[in-house]
């Protein structure tokens, strides 16, 4: 079976089930601060988890993609030197939202692995939790109970908590789970090795390795750790797609299966190197360490990375110096690190696979097929630019290696190299190599010690502390879901259901959730509500709101003192009213860029707060003055046309599409979405708009730039600001219209005085010219013999630039031996000039920049320059004189 076909199989299987079928959800998480990527099937599937969201229907499946390099999972490191540890990845899922249980769970897992795929039973091991007496959790005989109907007793192993207990965070849902793993060792391997494949479960052997993994969630740990039953038990399942083509496809690692084959191959054809599969490594000589080996590994990174970063790329996160942008950013260096190292590729050499993984990938993931351009320039950009900061680094590791050798030291200090790892993104591997071929060792320790800090540094700053919710009303949380009610509501009558305590970096606020709210949380780029709760006794001030697990979590400093009571939430509605406008701006813009620039126009990113909107979009060059000019002039008069506001809420996804709404690549939309339209502008928006177009006032592009390769951002503003901006410029220009007594033809006095002024500059210079060379002259006349060397000293006032016009001028002038010392001065700054003829130096063995450093003590200052000439500055311009005869006594003439 391919890798398609596999895929089709899990997907037809469990619709077969009844689970709906869903798509994946972004890759790039843009809502949740609490994890920048999907890194597991259920995170889409947290609100539902934690009862925020309705959990019909409560059987789904679908293939997610998942990144695993930050966080919790981080598999970074191995990616590459072992065959089954992707960055990005699929998992393929199933799930049960109080539906069926461990029994269900087990049974489907093993009828689709062994009845539709036909996997070889006496290969499959399952493990099961062992239990923990301290936490007073009894060992998951439930679970064994259910494997033992498919497999014999010696195939189900007892794991440990770290293995077979799952957790979301530190706190929430959590239960025990059970894996399943395959022994896919080849019959020889069996054979030669002696073991088990029960005693290689979990023991890290390529060959023995998990698939799927079931959790059972039954339990909610509390911030104490104590664990109480969870109110809707739910099954949720992971399988890495990529190890399940290897199985299906007979092979050993996972690059040889035709997931990766293409791409290593066309690795191949343009290093001229050669791949080994697992076979051939096999039945080769290639030892762990060979140069064969190396090469293997990096075309592994390579085709694993490119994937990564297409695909983030593709989910709108692009690299960045902060947050996911970062994280991008690593791992497209990393790649980058091993083929410049090891598949010897100096150029670009990423960029130049994106073909074959979107002729591979395109057709199951058209996002990749739609921006192809898009990606292939932002990573040749960051190829290029780190390629750059590679060869500066390697400039600056090999100045520490000639210092080093200059003081006859061996090893480069760990502060050294860990600079090299935090400002050229050198890892310690790559320091060690270069330095190791040039004879040098690392200090490793002291590079660790400076890892450690700065892990705690960024530790420090990052510690938030929440401690558990506090329920005011209603005790089941499951049964409390968040009523909005913003779009049509500025005030309303509320309850706050319940609360919690926040500390970060020492700061404490509290969270608030309401049982009906008008305020909204920061989301799709629009900042969060503020506003008020009031009642007759007591008034809070909501100073932020934040959008978490579906619903809008207020931000109080202090808690209502009668939590219970009955409170109004009244939302800022000046501030929300020009967020709104703002946001309204935003839509129009985008919709005039299209029609000004082009369809290839996307948004890439968007902020709208009260003050100001900014939007990012693709687009491949600097948008010309004239082009901005069209689009405001289309904007504004959309703005005029009063349009109003022609929203659907609740509208199934594909009628939305109908609509012609514009959805996003990388945006998470529910099965039911919102649609928002003003005249010809339609979008997905979940945001707060203005009630009509009028409502903006007025629209100006304040900035156009670029955010990085094939993104440019428009910064604007809209209203009060543009009225205040325009009395802003009115002022300034009727200042400058009474400097130049408030002409009619502004501009033409303007012009007028720049070409005066352009006149005069060049009459100056031409008078100057003539005063250099008149001093010249005047100076090579006084000039005194000292034993056949023409000596010529002056202390005169003269700009710096004119002084050395004058020592040239002098040099030119006389013929033979020379030595010429000028002291001027200009505005109270001295500077000292050496001019001498080239013989004093060669034959006389003077040197007027060593002349020039111990004179220029006389005037507090100091210079230098070549052998023939040199200059000085300085601060005391009394010292001149005497300064001029020091040079002539260190002259020994
Ligand atoms: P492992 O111990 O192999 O790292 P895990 O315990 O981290 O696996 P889970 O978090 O249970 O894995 O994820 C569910 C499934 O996803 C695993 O059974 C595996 O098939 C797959 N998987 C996990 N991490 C990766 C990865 N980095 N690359 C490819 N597949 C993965
Ligand atoms: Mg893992």
Redesign the pocket.
Request: with cysteine; hydrophobic share 30%; charged share 30%.
């Given at each position: 079976m391919t890798a398609n076909e596999i895929r089709e199989s899990f997907k037809k299987f469990f619709e077969q089930k009844q689970h709906a079928i869903v798509p994946s959800a972004p890759m790039v998480i843009k809502d949740d601060p609490t994890l920048m990527f999907t890194n597991?099937g259920m995170n889409q599937w947290k609100d539902i988890i934690l009862g925020t969201r309705d959990p019909e229907p409560r059987r789904r499946a679908d293939t997610q993609k998942c990144l695993?390099v930050s966080g919790k999972?981080n598999?970074l490191e191995?990616?590459g030197h072992d065959t089954?540890?992707?960055?990005m990845?699929e998992?393929l899922g199933n799930w049960s939202f109080g539906d069926y249980f461990k029994e269900g769970a087990i049974d489907m897992a093993w009828e689709y692995l062994v009845d539709v795929l036909k996997l070889n039973p006496e290969d499959l091991y399952v493990t099961v939790f062992e239990g923990s007496p301290e936490e007073n959790i009894p060992r998951d005989d439930e679970a064994a109970k259910y494997w033992a109907k498919h497999v014999p007793e010696d195939h189900i192993i007892n794991g440990n908590k770290h293995?077979n207990f799952w957790e979301m965070g530190d706190t929430g849902p959590c239960g025990p789970?059970s894996?399943i793993h395959v022994d896919s060792r080849t019959p020889e391997q069996k054979a030669a090795s002696g073991k088990t494949g029960r005693e290689l479960v979990n023991q890290d052997d390529p060959q023995v390795?998990?698939?799927?993994?079931l959790v059972f969630m039954q339990f909610n740990r509390k911030a104490d750790g104590s664990l109480e039953k969870l109110s809707m038990n739910v099954i949720d399942t992971?399988?890495?797609f990529?190890?399940l083509v290897r199985m299906m496809q007979g092979k050993h690692s996972?690059y040889d299966t035709d997931v990766f084959q293409p791409i290593i191959k066309a690795e191949q054809d343009i290093t001229g190197l050669k791949y080994m599969t697992f076979e051939e490594s096999e039945h080769s000589e290639n030892s762990e360490d060979s140069e064969q080996e190396k090469i293997n590994i990096a075309m592994r990174v390579c085709a694993d990375h490119l994937r990564a970063v297409a695909f983030s790329i593709a989910d709108g996160q692009l690299p960045s110096n902060a947050k996911a942008g970062y994280v991008i950013r690593r791992i497209l260096r990393r790649a980058v690190r091993y083929a410049y190292t090891f598949l010897g590729q100096k150029d670009g050499f990423l960029y130049k696979l994106i073909p074959t993984l979107v002729h591979e990938m395109g057709d199951a993931f058209p996002e990749l097929k739609a921006q192809q351009t898009l990606i292939t320039k932002v990573i040749k950009e960051e190829e290029d630019s780190f390629l750059r900061t590679l060869d500066k680094g390697i400039n600056m590791l090999n100045e520490a290696m000639d210092q080093l050798k200059a003081e006859g030291k061996r090893q480069l200090d760990g502060v050294q190299a860990f600079r090299l790892f935090d400002t050229y993104g050198f890892p310690l591997d790559l320091t060690e190599l270069i330095c190791r071929e040039n004879g040098f060792t690392v200090d490793e320790e002291q590079f660790n010690v400076e890892m450690q800090k700065q892990k705690e540094r960024a530790r420090n700053a990052a510690a938030v502390e929440n401690s558990d919710w506090v329920n005011v009303c209603g005790d089941d949380i499951a049964t409390t879901e968040q009523q909005f009610v913003g779009y049509d509501y500025t005030e309303y009558n509320c309850h706050i259901l319940r609360y919690r305590k926040v500390t970060q970096k020492k700061n404490e606020f509290y969270e608030l959730v309401l049982d009906a709210t008008p305020f909204y949380g920061e989301m799709g780029g629009q900042v969060g509500d503020c506003g008020v709760l009031v009642n007759e006794n007591e008034t809070v001030e909501i100073i932020d709101t934040k959008r978490e697990n579906n619903q809008s979590v207020h931000i109080v400093k202090q808690l209502p003192k009668a939590p219970s009571a009955e409170f109004m939430a009244c939302v800022d509605t000046d501030k929300r009213n020009a967020s709104a406008a703002n946001h309204t701006a935003t839509h129009l813009l985008d919709y005039a860029l299209k029609q000004i620039l082009g369809d290839h126009v996307e948004q890439k990113g968007s902020f709208v707060s009260p003050d100001t909107l900014r939007f990012d979009f693709s687009h491949f060059e600097k948008v010309s003055d004239e082009q901005l000019r069209q689009v405001e002039r289309m904007v504004n008069d959309m703005i005029r046309q009063d349009i109003h506001i022609d929203e659907h809420r609740d509208v199934p996804f594909d009628e939305a599409k109908k609509l012609g709404a514009i959805a996003l690549f990388g945006e998470k939309y529910g099965d039911k979405v919102r649609v928002v339209r003003f005249g010809p502008s339609c979008e997905f928006c979940g945001g707060i708009h203005a009630t009509s177009t009028g409502r903006i006032g007025f629209f100006k592009i304040i900035a156009e730039s670029s955010v990085a390769a094939g993104i440019r951002r428009i910064e604007a503003t809209t209203g009060q600001d543009c009225e205040e901006r325009l009395y802003q410029m009115e002022d300034i220009l009727k200042n400058i219209k009474s400097f130049f007594n408030n002409a009619k033809d502004l501009q033409g006095v303007i012009q007028k005085y720049i070409e005066e002024h352009d006149h005069m500059k060049k009459e100056i210079e031409g008078f100057q010219a003539q005063a250099v060379e008149r001093a010249a002259q005047r100076m090579v006349e006084k000039a005194r013999m000292v034993n056949g060397v023409t000596v010529i000293t002056t202390v005169l006032p003269m700009a710096p630039a004119a002084a050395k016009d004058l020592a040239f001028k002098v040099r030119a002038a006389v013929e033979g031996s020379l030595l010429c010392v000028i002291g001027s001065h200009d505005n109270n700054k001295p500077q000292l000039s050496i001019m001498m003829s080239d013989d004093m130096v060669s034959d006389h063995g003077l040197n007027a920049g060593q002349m020039v450093r111990e004179a220029a003590k006389l005037i507090q200052g100091g210079g230098g320059g070549q052998p023939h000439f040199a200059q000085a500055g300085g601060k005391n311009v009394d010292g001149l004189s005497a300064a001029v005869d020091k040079v002539i006594e260190l002259a020994n003439l």
């Open positions: 597991a695993r999972h598999d191995e990616v089954y540890h992707h960055t990845f998992m293995d789970c894996e390795i998990e698939i799927w993994n992971g399988m890495g990529e190890r996972n």
